[in-house]
């Protein structure tokens, strides 16, 4: 078993944006903790891509990450969850604590929202992976899951933000019958917490609608806390790195935190 430090960095990695809504809960929980974020922009979103595809993107990045001496690599997406979870956990073995976004929601909902009516929106890929719909049957708690994909979000988040042009984007979306009469909704992708007050409007507040990111950020600090890899104080520092350089992302980063952040190309596919 390999023995790590306190003072390694978080790993965390998306195909975008997206991740940033799950890094943010992560520094806001984790002050002291150093921070290294891989955006796979030139990819992005992961939701239309193939399995295989994803699997690859995803052990590249990881060691990548490794590299870098992380203790702990966050999967920040869901696609990315969904397709090659397993197969990082096994490529990265004990070189590093790997954690995903799922995992901490499943137990969530188990202790929150059981005998409740869900609903579930995410990309192509992580509705069709029917990884949540498994994992909340095994529950057994009298949990209906209603899934939706929401294909053509991720991207749009990306363009616009939560400007109201996603508005009209949403009513063709949340309009759809499976998603109707809901107790709960989850974001079920690391972009959709960035709309969740347009979300919420269109519902009129009746539903729940969850955002995971503070969920897995309490998770993530759990587990550090029981392998006593809490970095004990100091501010942490934060990396940003993207595989290739888009303006949208530039921007993201200035609106998830308040001060100023170096983007850095890391031409990881060259």
């Known amino acids: 078993m390999i023995k790590h430090s306190a ?28 921070i290294i974020y891989f955006g796979d922009t030139t990819h992005l979103p992961y939701g239309d891509k193939s399995t295989s595809a994803i699997q690859a993107y995803s052990v590249k990045i990881a060691d990548m990450l490794l590299q870098q001496q992380c203790k702990l690599i966050v999967i920040a997406c869901y696609s990315a969850t969904s397709a ?18 799922i995992d901490p929601m499943i137990h969530y909902i188990q202790t929150h929202h ?34 939706l994909a929401t294909n ?12 109201k042009v996603i508005d009209s984007l949403l009513e063709e979306y949340l309009s759809h019958s499976t998603l109707k009469d809901l107790d709960v909704l989850i974001l079920a992708c690391t972009h959709y917490p960035i709309i969740k007050e347009n979300i919420e409007r269109y ?3 009746k539903t729940k609608v969850i955002d ?6 309490q998770a993530i600090k759990s587990r550090l806390a029981k392998d006593h890899l809490l970095n004990p104080d100091g501010v942490g520092s934060k990396h940003f790195y993207v595989s290739d350089y888009t303006e949208s992302f530039s921007a993201g980063t200035k609106t998830f935190f308040a001060e100023d952040i170096n983007l850095e190309h890391y031409p990881l596919w060259d």
């Open 7 to 34: 003072t390694q960095p978080i790993g965390i990695f998306d195909s975008g944006i997206g991740g940033l809504t799950v890094t943010r809960a992560i520094v806001n929980q984790l002050p002291s903790e150093n």
């Open 84 to 101: 090659a979870y397993e197969l990082v956990k096994e490529y990265v073995a004990d070189k590093a604590i790997v954690m995903d976004v």
């Open 114 to 147: 059981a005998h409740h009516r869900i609903g579930l929106i995410g990309t192509r890929q992580t509705v069709n992976s029917n990884v949540y719909k498994k994992k909340i049957d095994k529950l057994n708690c009298d949990i209906q899951l209603n899934s």
């Open 152 to 163: 053509l979000l991720a991207a749009a988040i990306e363009e616009f933000g939560n400007k």
């Open 203 to 205: 519902f009129k507040n």
């Open 212 to 217: 995971p990111s503070d969920i897995v950020a």
